[in-house]
């Protein structure tokens, strides 16, 4: 395992500045302002920010961060683990990494959780993914007596067996709100402008697919389904998973950290939009945040009904094409 310290998702500090350097910056900040208004609903460079109603504070990520933390939390949810799982899981890979999938570490560490293939944690290839990986700390967490009830920092450390385990502790705060953001009573928002290029849907359907394969808590379709606009040209391809009657709450939060995922890998694989409950997620509108839909569209207005809306149980995710 990796002993360093590495760079955790946070929110910077900056030096204060005065006199004529504040004019600078405020005339710039209002250029961009307007610029990122203008060109993308306010979302600026690509950034994440995790909220949670029970804190005050948000934890701000990059892309891949926000990517990294999702998968982990979509293998804990899939697996059927209590978010206390999940927290100690997201604590352990801020500390161990950063929530970067590193090729490198202490001696032959890897990965998100710094795991050894010397120590018989899987090949290389194993554990650089990121899915294998968080599923192999699960199941080494859950052999842990008690572990829901251990402080953070000794349910990590039967784990990971590091030479400074009370690193762990000091990202507790923030992991909670991160899982709160994609399983419990938060909200996950992704800035930055929509993607110009084509998605790769088939990546989102197999992704979620293999996470949540042994759950079987939703239905996908076999292929995703392409949207053509009036010219014949197809613009976006869709696909929804739809949870199962006999689901009960595993499968509703299944759904939601499947949302949060697809918002938090949009920038890798093309996601444009995302629809679950009585909410849609746009790239590079709204400054990246969840918008509520009313009956007839967007925010209640009036007009015909918003035709990408989610219907109950379900999650669609649309991808650019």
């Known amino acids: 395992m990796t002993r360093n310290d590495p760079p955790r998702p946070r929110r910077r500090r900056r030096p204060l500045l ?11 900040i209002g250029y961009f302002a307007v610029q990122y208004n203008t060109t993308n609903g306010g979302g600026g460079a690509p950034h994440c920010t995790a909220s949670a109603r029970t804190s005050p ?3 701000d990520m990059t892309p891949e961060q926000a990517g990294n933390a999702a ?10 683990l209590p978010d206390r799982a999940l927290t100690i899981a997201l604590a352990t890979a801020m500390q161990e ?36 990986s968080a599923g192999k700390f699960y199941d080494h967490l859950v052999q842990v007596k008690g572990y829901a009830d251990l402080p953070l920092t000794e349910a990590a450390q039967e784990v990971q067996r590091s030479g400074y ?17 994609f399983a419990g009573d938060g909200e996950l928002a992704c800035g930055g ?35 053509q606009n009036a010219a014949g040209k197809v613009t976006e391809a869709e696909v929804t998973f739809v949870e199962k009657k006999d689901g009960g709450a595993s499968a509703a939060r299944g759904s939601k950290v499947m949302a949060g995922w697809a918002v938090a890998n949009s ?4 996601v444009v939009r995302v629809s679950y409950g009585p909410a849609s997620w746009v790239a590079g509108q709204a400054r990246g945040e969840w918008q509520r839909l009313g009956p ?26």
Do not use: C
């Open 267 to 270: 920038r890798g694989t093309g």
């Open 57 to 59: 504070r948000g934890v």
């Open 165 to 181: 385990p009370e690193a762990y502790a000091k990202h507790e705060p923030e992991a909670v709100v991160i899982a709160a953001a």
């Open 71 to 80: 998968t982990i939390a979509a293998v804990g949810v899939a697996k059927g």
């Open 18 to 28: 005065t006199g004529a350097g504040v004019l600078v910056l405020l005339a710039l």
């Open 193 to 227: 402008p929509a993607p110009t290029a084509p998605g790769d849907p088939e990546k989102v359907r197999t992704e979620l697919t293999r996470i949540f394969a042994k759950s079987r808590t939703h239905t996908a379709p076999a292929e995703p389904r392409r949207t």
């Open 296 to 321: 007839a569209g967007p925010q209640g207005k009036a007009g015909a009904p918003d035709p990408h809306r989610a219907e109950d149980g379900s999650v669609r995710i649309f991808v650019a094409q």
């Open 97 to 132: 990494s950063g929530l970067r999938n590193l090729p490198h570490g202490d001696r032959d560490s890897l990965g998100l959780f710094q795991q050894r293939t010397s120590m018989g944690w899987g090949t290389e290839a194993q554990i650089m993914d990121p899915v294998y």
